[in-house]
């Protein structure tokens, strides 16, 4: 099988996209898009570093926990994890941003790239209290494209039904797997049992 390394030789393969697949991209939060991000407790958005690799990090909250600020604008406050801060210095060395948006239930995601900053600005963090309890910081997009994405993806993995939904006995634990894969001395359980009051303790 030959590798595809250009557009041309994708489009071997690939029909030209049709016109509202192009057209509905409307670079803006329109009041659809609005509602959808109100109704939205989870999203992945993805990043670049300077060495070229993407990263893909989860973000949740209570729905519509992005907000709209306009037309052109969300928020975004930054919760507690682990530090790594990969997403956040990815953004301060390049700023371009994608979001995907999920409702669950929905089969349709939203879409939304954009150019972010950092920012501790007082007013803005404000508005993010949660539990009493200040974002660690609060990722500003500027929207450049948003669109909703078609159905397929959910509806061949059958994301939300019951039958999709796998017994998480037959993996490992989270705490199973640190131990395996650091080779620490101290038992799974232990682990786990750390990582669920980190979840209470530290949540906001």
């Excluded at 019951?162 to 797997?177: K, M, N, S």
Aim: hydrophobic content about 40%; aromatic content about 6%.
């Amino acid at each position: 099988m030959s590798d595809l390394t250009t557009e041309a030789d994708l489009r071997t393969v690939y029909k030209q996209p049709g016109g509202g697949a192009v057209g509905k991209d409307i670079a803006q939060i329109d009041a659809h898009f609005a509602h959808f991000i109100s109704l939205s407790p989870f999203l992945c958005m993805g990043t670049m570093g300077e060495n070229g690799l993407c990263d893909v990090s989860p973000r949740g909250g209570e729905p519509g926990f992005v907000r709209v600020m306009d037309a052109r604008t969300l928020a975004m406050p930054d919760r507690p994890g682990n530090n790594r801060l990969d997403s956040l210095v990815n953004i301060t060395r390049n700023p371009g941003v994608g979001l995907l948006f999920f409702v669950p239930g929905f089969e349709d995601t939203l879409r939304v790239n954009g150019v972010a900053r950092v920012t501790t600005e007082p007013e803005l963090m404000g508005r993010f209290s949660a539990d009493g309890k200040l974002p660690r910081s609060v990722v500003l997009i500027d929207v450049k494209e948003a669109y909703l994405h078609c159905v397929k993806a959910i509806k061949r993995a059958g994301l939300w039904t019951q039958e999709a939904h796998v017994d998480r006995a037959i993996f490992p634990t989270a705490g199973q797997v640190y131990r395996d894969q650091l080779k620490l001395e101290i038992p799974g359980e232990a682990i786990d049992a750390s990582l669920a009051q980190d979840a209470r303790d530290n949540l906001y």
